[in-house]
């Protein structure tokens, strides 16, 4: 079988993730594993994702079992009491729950603003292609020469400022060589890389979201790094395509950030 890699296996996947998750948000990776909510105060971190840039002032992660929440001391008594409120650890990101920490971030000009559902890939899953689709290859800077073409947010960051960087982009053309989408990942962080993909409308449920998903994330492996993908939890077409694609359901998180940020993003 065309498999996506022969040099990684899920146990070494998911442990990776963890590790990196736990460098996040300064705790353990065993800590994820617990069935009992982790709760801890907030701090500089070392290590973390290149764009958690500052503390968290409140954060949750749940690969499944116990929320793992990082909480500023001005609201670490409530995430405590906001968590033992919580029949089972998944209710954490739910509502009616959330609404309890809505309005409580408010007294500090803070908002919910991501719920993100994570997945990582099964190395064993094939390799899948699509007839008539031909895909460019393009590395680092060669990147930047689509960035003028700015219909492919969900794909790339379109900066070259910061450290986060688009490394590569899986630009997919169709029979009459018409650009239809692009699939791009970049390195959030030393192992792990997220990779994004976006099609033209007028090209969408052809199987090409697929097709360059799937040819990125072994092109990801090759260069000896894991791949991730993530999703708004209401955005179905996108965890179809990662699903397909050989995708498992790994983690969620839920982040506050700043009113102001939250404001930012309706834009």
């Keep these: ?15 990776a993730a963890m590790e990196q998750s736990a460098k996040d948000c300064g705790c353990s990776p065993e800590d994820f594993e617990k069935q009992e909510n982790t709760v801890l105060l ?33 609201v670490y008594d409530f995430v405590c009491q906001y968590l033992q409120s919580c029949r089972y650890p998944f209710y954490a990101f739910d509502t009616p729950h959330l609404n309890q920490i809505s309005k409580e971030m408010q007294k500090y000009q803070k908002a919910v603003c991501f719920l993100a559902e994570y997945f ?32 492919f947010s969900m794909a790339l960051s379109y900066t070259t400022e910061g450290e986060k960087k688009d490394r590569i982009a899986a630009v997919g053309f169709v029979e009459d060589g018409e650009l239809a989408g692009v699939a791009g990942v970049s390195d959030d962080c030393d192992q792990l890389w997220q ?14 979201a697929k097709a360059l998903t799937s040819a990125l994330t072994r092109e990801v492996f090759a260069k000896g790094k894991i791949p991730f993908y993530c999703t708004a939890w209401s955005n179905l077409i996108s965890k179809r395509n990662a699903i397909a694609c050989g995708y498992r359901s790994a983690w969620v998180e839920l982040s506050v950030k700043d009113i102001s940020f939250t404001e930012q993003m309706l834009h």
Excluded at 2 to 14: G, K, V, Y
Excluded at 56 to 67: A, D, E, I, K, R
């Design 42 to 74: 907030s701090k500089p971190l070392c290590g973390a994702k290149k764009y958690y840039t500052q503390p968290h002032f409140c954060q949750f992660v749940s690969y499944g079992n116990g929320v793992v929440a990082v909480a500023d001391e001005k």
């Design 120 to 151: 990582l890939p099964d190395p064993k899953s094939e390799v899948i292609t699509l007839p008539g689709l031909t895909i460019e290859w393009l590395y680092d800077q060669q990147i930047e020469k689509l960035y003028s073409d700015r219909r």
């Design 195 to 208: 990779i994004g993909i976006d099609v033209l409308p007028q090209f969408r449920g052809r199987g090409i």
């Design 1 to 15: 079988m065309n498999c996506l890699s022969n040099d990684f296996n899920w146990e070494m996947i998911r442990r």
